[in-house]
């Protein structure tokens, strides 16, 4: 399987449009909150509930994958009880990108496509689960050079 994970886009519809037409071979896009936008203006991203959006977005969800369960929450952190059941944890909020293993837990923030925080011109996040295999590269949005190749064999 491979996702497309954005967050933070800003009302910024078109580098989602954008991003869907330079990889369609995706089998999920996501977006983590905070696109401002209602979900027919982000097509075909699924998105969660952000702290400036304003349309009924959940405010988590969760996927199935073969490595475990995925949680989507716009906000970091995550409760006792979501960490029993997460493999892969996908937030936004903080507009920097990162990739990191905690508690055996894969976090997955892809940064802000269009207001980053982190030095970036912008950046998603590429997930690929493959044969118990994880893999994540974050892409700058506009040299597409990788920011952060991470993997768990």
């Given at each position: ?27 999920v ?5 905070d ?23 959940p ?15 716009h906000?970091?952190?995550l ?23 905690e ?6 923030n892809?940064?802000?496509v ?16 493959e044969?118990?295999c ?20």
């Amino acid at each position: 399987m491979k996702y497309l994970i954005v967050s933070d886009s800003h009302r910024n519809d078109e580098i989602l449009s954008s991003l869907y037409k330079e990889y369609p071979d995706c089998d999920v896009y996501i977006h983590a909150g905070d696109s401002c936008s209602d979900m027919y203006s982000i097509y075909p991203f699924d998105s969660v509930l952000g702290n400036c959006d304003f349309y009924s977005f959940p405010e988590r969800k969760h996927l199935t994958s073969e490595v475990g369960n995925i949680l989507i929450k716009h906000h970091p952190g995550l409760s006792s009880k979501e960490k029993e059941n997460t493999r892969i944890f996908i937030h936004g909020h903080t507009h920097c990108y990162k990739v990191k293993e905690e508690d055996g837990i894969l976090i997955i923030n892809p940064g802000s496509v269009t207001h980053p925080r982190d030095g970036s011109n912008g950046s998603f996040a590429i997930l690929r689960i493959e044969n118990g295999c994880i893999y994540v590269d974050v892409i700058d949005v506009f040299s597409k050079n990788i920011l952060i190749h991470y993997q768990i064999m």
